[in-house]
């Protein structure tokens, strides 16, 4: 997953990602993607993993890697088009709760 639409758990449009990068619906840089398809926040802590190429999941019981060196922020984005809402899922935590 490179580009396209981030939803919360719930089907909520979140923002998107673009370049390996996770900005929100506003255009705001969030944090980054890496190879494996983890999304780290911007301060270097982990956020989750991309699953299902459209949202960003965590485990309920992974142990939290250890965090990594921030990398520099890009300018932030023109917002996109937000998507339509989607139906919510089951059974995984939202890692974007408590992200604006």
Same mark, same amino acid.
Not at 6 to 19: A, C, H, K, L, P
Not at 29 to 54: A, P, T
């Given at each position: 997953?490179?580009?396209?639409?981030?939803?919360?758990?719930?089907?909520?449009?979140?923002?998107?990602? *673009?370049?390996?990068?996770? %900005?929100? @619906?506003?255009?705001?840089?969030?944090?980054?993607?890496?190879?494996?398809?983890?999304?780290?926040?911007?301060?270097?802590? %982990?956020?989750?993993?991309?699953?299902?190429?459209?949202?960003?999941?965590?485990?309920?019981?992974?142990?939290?890697?250890?965090?990594?060196?921030?990398?520099?922020?890009?300018? *932030?984005?023109?917002? @996109?088009?937000? *998507?339509?809402?989607?139906?919510? @899922?089951?059974?995984?935590?939202?890692?974007?709760?408590?992200?604006?």
């Amino acid at each position: 997953m490179d580009n396209g639409p981030i939803f919360r758990w719930s089907g909520v449009y979140f923002g998107f990602i *673009s370049s390996k990068r996770l %900005f929100n @619906r506003n255009g705001n840089y969030i944090g980054w993607i890496e190879n494996d398809n983890r999304v780290w926040k911007k301060d270097g802590s %982990f956020l989750g993993e991309i699953q299902d190429d459209n949202y960003i999941l965590r485990k309920t019981h992974m142990v939290t890697p250890v965090p990594k060196v921030p990398k520099v922020p890009p300018v *932030s984005l023109i917002p @996109r088009i937000p *998507s339509i809402n989607r139906i919510g @899922r089951i059974g995984w935590k939202d890692a974007l709760d408590g992200i604006l």
